[in-house]
Structures are given as structure tokens and as C-alpha cells.
């Protein structure tokens, strides 16, 4: 079974990540979406909040299955059978870091890493962003799934920072 992981933080998932998502599924017979547990930093989501917007957001795609991580992401692809890691590139900027831990994991455990160019309409995106936006009262109804917007009002009002 050709199997890929799409690792990443998503504290939220957005429009950027769902594409290359989707486009991954279509590529392997099982794509895993792993959330890493990052005990250093305090998200706006619990890593159990993502994991149930990206379930839901992922839903439609037969082969997608969800799931989070702590430690090296070459460890848990070891543990998933997979060989392949996918990566979108939103521009150049994104290539330096990547680059640097595609070679590290190949090197690590062989693990192969698949660059994907961001659809030209996310080249912006970033969950980091969104977040900001939403913080002040911004739309964000473009950028992220609708789940995903509906989730940022609730945790930016229960904070009382809107
Ligand atoms: O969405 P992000 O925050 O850009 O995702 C970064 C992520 C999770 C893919 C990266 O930090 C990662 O793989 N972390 C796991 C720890 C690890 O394996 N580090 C060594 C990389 S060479």
C-alpha cells in the first residue's frame, strides 16, 4: 500500500493545508493527517480540537484518516508503514527550512519527502494568520473551512479577545 503523511501543527487547518490534503489522497491509497503534540507551546486548539476540524473538514475523502504524534516524524511513519511525506510550498521562503528537514529525515530512516506548490490562491495562507485576523474581527471565512470559522468565533469570544 502506497501510504503518505501530511504532518503539521494545523492550530486551525486551513484552506491551504485541505488542498494539499485532497491532492494527496488522490496521489496515494492512504494519506495520514498527524498532528504534532508540541508540549513547548500553548496552541489556541487542543491538539484533540484539530484533530476533530481536520476529521471533519477530511471526511468526504475516503482514504484519509487522522492522527497525532509527539517525537520525530520519522518515527511515526516508521510506526505507520509509510515512506512518503507530503509538503506544501507556499513560496520560496518555505523551501530553506523544508529542504533542511526533508534531507534530515531522508537521512534519518530514508523517509521521502514530496513537495507540493501551494495552489497559487493559498500562496498567503497560514494558520498563523488566520488566527490574527480572527483575533481582531477580520473575516476569515475565505481561508479556512467552515467549521474551522465557526470554531475561531467561539474560542476568540470565549477568550474575550474580540
Ligand atoms: O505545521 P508546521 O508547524 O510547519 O509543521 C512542522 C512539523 C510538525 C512538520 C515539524 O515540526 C516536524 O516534523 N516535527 C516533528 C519533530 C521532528 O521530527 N523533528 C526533526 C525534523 S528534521
Given amino acids: 500500500m502506497r501510504r503518505a503523511v ?3 501543527s494545523f492550530d486551525p487547518v486551513t484552506n491551504g493545508h485541505t488542498d494539499i490534503i485532497e ?3 488522490r496521489m496515494f491509497d492512504e494519506v495520514i493527517v498527524a498532528v504534532l503534540i508540541n508540549e513547548s ?3 489556541l486548539f487542543t491538539v484533540d480540537e484539530r484533530m476533530e476540524m ?9 482514504n484519509v484518516r487522522v492522527d497525532s504524534f509527539r517525537g520525530l516524524l520519522v518515527d511515526f511513519c516508521r510506526a505507520n508503514d509509510a515512506r512518503v511525506v507530503v509538503k506544501g510550498l507556499r513560496a520560496v521562503s518555505d523551501f530553506d527550512y523544508e529542504l533542511q528537514m526533508a ?6 530512516a530514508g523517509v521521502e ?6 495552489n497559487p490562491r493559498y500562496s ?18 475565505a481561508h479556512v473551512p467552515e467549521v474551522v470559522a465557526a470554531r475561531l468565533a467561539v474560542r476568540l469570544r470565549d477568550h474575550g479577545s474580540r
Fill in 6 to 8: 501530511c504532518p503539521g
Fill in 23 to 25: 491532492r494527496a489522497s
Fill in 41 to 43: 507551546k500553548v496552541g
Fill in 54 to 62: 481536520l476529521r471533519e473538514v477530511t471526511k468526504e475523502y475516503g
Fill in 103 to 108: 534531507q534530515m529525515n531522508h537521512g534519518l
Fill in 113 to 118: 519527502t514530496l513537495f507540493m506548490p501551494t
Fill in 124 to 141: 498567503f495562507l497560514a494558520s498563523s494568520l488566520v488566527k490574527e485576523i480572527a483575533k481582531w474581527g477580520g473575516d476569515v471565512t
